[in-house]
């Protein structure tokens, strides 16, 4: 069990964490009872993202090095940044609040997954010790920030023809408009990815003498960018339907969260994800 006492900051994340499910939980209650508990929603969910924001800061002073090593913190820091994502869409798209009931259950197994993960300490490898790490890393999660919320925007496209979410839906814009806002975020999806990309080549030039080896992380990362492009590219030149494309997208992104998420769990590569 965590020492609280010597981990501090172990309280402010289970703080955020119960503000970010009480949020979830009323947004997605809200859906199903058809009420608008839209403001509170929000605030609770800009609390949790402080509250977060504290947890990191005081880790990161604990220890020295950002979160950034241990499955523990990339689970961490990757749920701040799609809160932080999604609460910045909350509060900008007003019209399609809602897809929260989509967004919510995605973002509370990720929270289930970090509550069981060690707090464990270590240090930071010699290699991680660039600006380049920061920039990468920053680039990833605006990208999987974005397609999250096409992933909330595509999700309420294929429910609505269901009993659900005939009645639920019904004040969202129409599924050409959330089409389009899905393609949108998909599009900032690509070039923050391709950021990411030339970011990590850098890296590895400074921190392995070579800018890309083909290991599994860079594979992976690879394949799921040709994805995103493809799926881009697809959705144009074949004017796909908002059903066709919104299966697209929900393959995007189990693709994309595997590739942050399992390949760590299968690399012997130096350049891992976490250790």
């Known amino acids: 069990m965590p020492n609280f006492s010597e981990m501090p900051d172990l309280n402010y994340l289970w703080a955020a964490v119960v503000a970010y499910v009480l949020a979830g939980s009323l947004a997605i209650i ?21 509250l977060h924001t504290v947890a990191i800061a005081m880790r990161w002073e604990r220890l020295g ?21 999604f609460t910045l869409a909350y509060w900008r798209l007003p019209s399609v609040r809602p897809i929260a009931a989509v967004v919510m259950p995605i973002l509370f197994t990720m929270m289930g997954w970090l509550m069981t993960t060690s707090p464990g300490e270590t240090h930071l490898p010699p290699t991680y010790h660039t600006v380049w790490l920061f920039i990468h890393i920053g680039f990833g999660k605006v990208f999987l920030g974005a397609v999250l919320v096409a992933v909330g925007l595509s999700g309420v496209i294929l429910l609505r023809p269901t009993a659900f979410g005939q009645s639920r839906f019904q004040r969202l814009p129409d599924n050409e408009r959330l089409s389009e806002l899905a393609f949108r975020c998909m599009a900032i999806g690509l070039v923050f990815e391709t950021l990411m990309l030339i970011a990590g080549s850098i890296w590895a030039q400074d921190a392995w003498g070579r800018y890309w080896d083909w290991d599994p992380l860079e594979t992976w990362s690879f394949i799921t960018w ?50």
């Open 30 to 50: 809200g859906v199903l009872l058809r009420k608008r508990p839209e403001r509170t929603v929000l605030t609770l969910m800009a609390l949790g993202v402080a």
């Open 65 to 85: 090095h950002g979160p950034f090593v241990t499955m523990f913190e990339i689970l961490s820091s990757n749920v701040w940044s799609l809160m932080l994502a």
């Open 226 to 275: 040709l994805m995103v492009a493809s799926s881009l590219h697809t959705r144009v030149t074949f004017r796909l339907s908002p059903r066709i494309w919104s299966l697209l997208v929900l393959t995007v992104f189990v693709l994309a969260f595997l590739t942050f998420f399992g390949v760590p769990f299968i690399s012997t590569s130096p350049h891992k994800g976490a250790v």
